[in-house]
């Protein structure tokens, strides 16, 4: 398990707390999936119990594993992919506000968030492997 130690560098706090944040929405979309579809603003269809499988299949096992997997081995490369996984995020949402007119204060909050959180394991991940 990863040691928190006080004088790690301040890199790897914003790294580490990116990770933390994953790993806290992946355990949001396992386990309760209803409210993570309501904070998202999504609604299941009546009747397609395969929606919240979605969520805690794909959504879940991805941020929860990527997180995971990040602090366990603490390794350049996984906070690379951390932080491009959440860059990716930021660019699908800019892409649908851009395509499906989604220019709403959501979705310029939501890609603050992801561009934040995925800054910190870009960073980190940059400078530990160079």
């Known amino acids: 398990m990863q040691e928190v130690i006080i004088n790690e560098p301040a890199g790897e706090w914003f790294a580490l707390a990116s990770a933390y944040i994953t790993i806290g929405f992946g355990l949001i979309l396992l386990l309760a999936p209803r409210k993570a579809f309501k904070i998202l603003r999504l609604r299941t269809a009546e009747g397609v119990p395969e929606a919240l499988s979605e969520s805690r299949a794909t959504m879940a096992g991805f941020y929860f594993g990527v997180g ?20 990716f995020t930021a660019l699908g949402r800019l892409v649908s506000i851009i395509v499906d007119r989604g220019n709403t204060r959501f979705n310029w909050i939501s890609i603050a968030m992801e561009a934040a959180l995925a800054a910190g394991p870009l960073i980190y991940g940059y400078t530990a492997l160079f």
């Open 68 to 87: 995971i997997l990040a602090i366990l081995f603490s390794q350049p490369l996984l906070w690379l992919t951390l932080g491009a996984s959440w860059a």
